[in-house]
């Protein structure tokens, strides 16, 4: 009979490719907020948590699409388990607002979630206050 070697080998790596990744599962997290009540001055802090998936996990955290690293003095971003992640916002401004995501990467796939910082009370910095400064006492 005629059995082509190609076809039989294109069956050896199919179930190879099978069974190894049905070893691995890929990454799951767990969706994170941030706290309603931020304010200019404060900190805070985010924790990314896979909560499914096999290790070895790849952590990385964006401000809207942009990688974050750690040494740039506004953010720290921790490593705590092989599951776990906080990015800490040390100190919070008008530029902390915007759209920041963990994304996690194994070798069978990848998981990201993302939450949006808006500072409440971010008008107090307008700088208008020219009204305060009408005398209403005409002494
Ligand atoms: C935040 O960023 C993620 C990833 O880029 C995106 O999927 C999501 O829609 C964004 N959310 C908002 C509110 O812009
Ligand atoms: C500041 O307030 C004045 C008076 O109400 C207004 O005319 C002006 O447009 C304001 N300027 C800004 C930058 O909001």
């Given at each position: 009979?005629?059995?082509?070697?190609?076809?039989?080998?294109?069956l050896?790596?199919?179930?190879?490719?099978?069974?190894?990744?049905?070893?691995?599962?890929p990454?799951?997290?767990?969706?994170?907020?941030?706290?309603?009540?931020?304010?200019?001055?404060?900190r805070?802090?985010?924790?990314?948590?896979?909560?499914?998936g096999?290790?070895?996990?790849e952590?990385k955290?964006?401000?809207?699409?942009?990688?974050l690293?750690?040494?740039e003095?506004h953010?720290?971003?921790?490593?705590?388990?092989?599951?776990t992640?906080?990015?800490?916002i040390?100190?919070?401004?008008?530029?902390?607002?915007?759209?920041?995501?963990?994304?996690?990467t194994?070798s069978?796939?990848?998981?990201?979630?993302s939450?949006?910082?808006?500072?409440?009370?971010?008008?107090?910095?307008?700088?208008?206050?020219?009204?305060?400064?009408?005398?209403?006492?005409?002494c």
């Open positions: 009979m005629e059995m082509k070697w190609s076809t039989v080998l294109q050896v790596l199919i179930q190879c490719w099978c069974v190894l990744s049905s070893g691995s599962r990454p799951a997290i767990k969706p994170f907020h941030f706290s309603d009540v931020v304010s200019e001055g404060r805070t802090a985010v924790i990314c948590v896979v909560t499914d096999d290790v070895p996990f952590f955290w964006f401000k809207d699409g942009k990688s690293k750690s040494e003095g953010f720290a971003i921790q490593l705590i388990d092989e599951f992640s906080i990015l800490t040390k100190k919070l401004d008008s530029d902390s607002n915007g759209n920041y995501t963990c994304r996690v194994n069978a796939g990848s998981d990201e979630k939450d949006v910082l808006v500072m409440r009370g971010k008008m107090i910095k307008t700088k208008n206050i020219t009204y305060l400064d009408v005398p209403y006492c005409n």
